[in-house]
């Protein structure tokens, strides 16, 4: 055995299959494009139609508006990524191309990668090298991608919307009755977003107020979201920008409550942060923070997108902050002075929640 096959003898890929995912990954960005073009112009969806039998190039060409040249090539593009398979002149749509059509998780990935991520993702090296979201210029000009976030065009900011709400909204049902077992009557909901965590709030317990902090030009969002909601009235705005450490968090809650919020921060910024919401809390008061660590999911594609998704921080949102192991975030917290009292992972399907206080 030579040394290079000592080195990779416990490799789950054999040579030709490493080979293979290479290519895939080398032509990944065009992969990538020629699928959302193919859902996006409808070619997908057309061929799906077509059921078992499939159809021929010129019946895709008849059903739509994209040039027969345009079809040619995605079809056949299609054909080698595997959304469909070829039966003599006839193209019939796979399992995957179906679920590139049809699931929502990666409808939601998919628009998220073009729409905020795609055009930046090119000065990824010069964000790893300087530590700069070197990319977040091709959305606009801010220091950070959530002083920027309510000013997105429409579509961006949608696409962006709905992948953070598509993680969260799926733990919050799951995330409310371990935050009111213990009754809370005030709850400070930090990097609230869109209000809604603070409306599943007020509809679940009639005796709540809460209060959203987050970026000023964020919050217009969320009071225009959570304007003439059930509870509404018992939902309050505390415009704060938590990079200046000089911002402290307001006293008086029982529970402050972090959710896809830390993530957002380099590990020293975090530190930062939990020191003050220990200061705000107090001893008595609590705080709960549900996040997304890749070494806590129920499978390895879970923790692949939370992977992936650290590039986005790293070339687009901020620069310095990632989707993290569960042990950066506990060395967070001691640092802190906070102790963890409770814990549980797969919180609606890929969510920790912790409830944490002083040590
Ligand atoms: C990923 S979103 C989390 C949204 C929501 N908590 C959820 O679970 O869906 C992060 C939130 O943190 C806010 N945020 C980011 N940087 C901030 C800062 N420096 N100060 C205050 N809030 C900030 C953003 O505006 C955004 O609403």
Request: glycine share 8%; net charge neutral; aromatic share 10%.
């Amino acid at each position: 055995m030579s040394d290079s096959e000592r080195h990779f003898a416990t490799d789950k890929l054999s040579a030709l299959d490493a080979k293979v995912a290479a290519q895939r990954i080398a032509f990944g960005p065009v992969v990538f494009q020629a699928c959302r073009v193919l859902r996006q112009t409808g070619i997908l969806e057309t061929v799906r139609k077509g059921g078992d039998r499939g159809l021929t190039l010129a019946e895709v060409v008849a059903s739509g508006v994209v040039p027969r040249y345009g079809v040619k090539v995605l079809l056949e593009a299609g054909l080698g990524i595997g959304l469909f398979r070829r039966e003599q002149t006839r193209f019939v749509l796979t399992r995957l191309g179906y679920f590139l059509l049809r699931d929502p998780m990666t409808r939601i990935n998919m628009d998220v990668v073009h729409d905020i991520c795609y055009r930046g993702l090119y000065h990824l090296e010069e964000a790893i090298r300087t530590g700069q979201p070197a990319g977040l210029k091709s959305l606009g000009n801010w220091d950070t991608f959530y002083q920027g976030l309510s000013s997105l065009p429409p579509a961006a900011r949608e696409s962006w919307l709905a992948f953070d709400h598509y993680y969260s909204d799926q733990a919050f049902p799951g995330a409310l009755p371990l935050v009111f077992a213990d009754r809370p009557k005030r709850l400070l909901d930090v990097g609230g977003n869109t209000g809604r965590w603070a409306m599943q709030c007020v509809g679940y317990d009639p005796g709540v107020r809460v209060t959203i902090a987050d970026l000023p030009q964020q919050l217009e969002l969320a009071r225009a979201a959570v304007q003439g909601g059930k509870g509404a009235d018992r939902v309050t705005f505390h415009p704060v920008d938590l990079l200046d450490e000089s911002r402290e968090l307001p006293e008086g809650y029982e529970v402050i409550w972090m959710s896809q919020f830390l993530d957002c921060f380099s590990e020293a910024e975090i530190v930062s942060i939990l020191r003050r919401a220990a200061r705000a809390l107090g001893d008595n008061g609590t705080l709960h923070i549900l996040e997304l660590f890749w070494d806590r999911q129920p499978n390895e594609t879970a923790a692949f997108c939370l992977q992936q998704t650290s590039l986005y921080f790293a070339c687009i949102a901020n620069g310095n902050s990632q989707m993290y192991h569960s042990e950066d975030l506990w060395r967070c917290l001691q640092a802190a002075g906070l102790q963890i009292l409770e814990q549980r992972d797969q919180v609606g399907q890929f969510h920790t929640w912790l409830k944490c206080r002083r040590a």
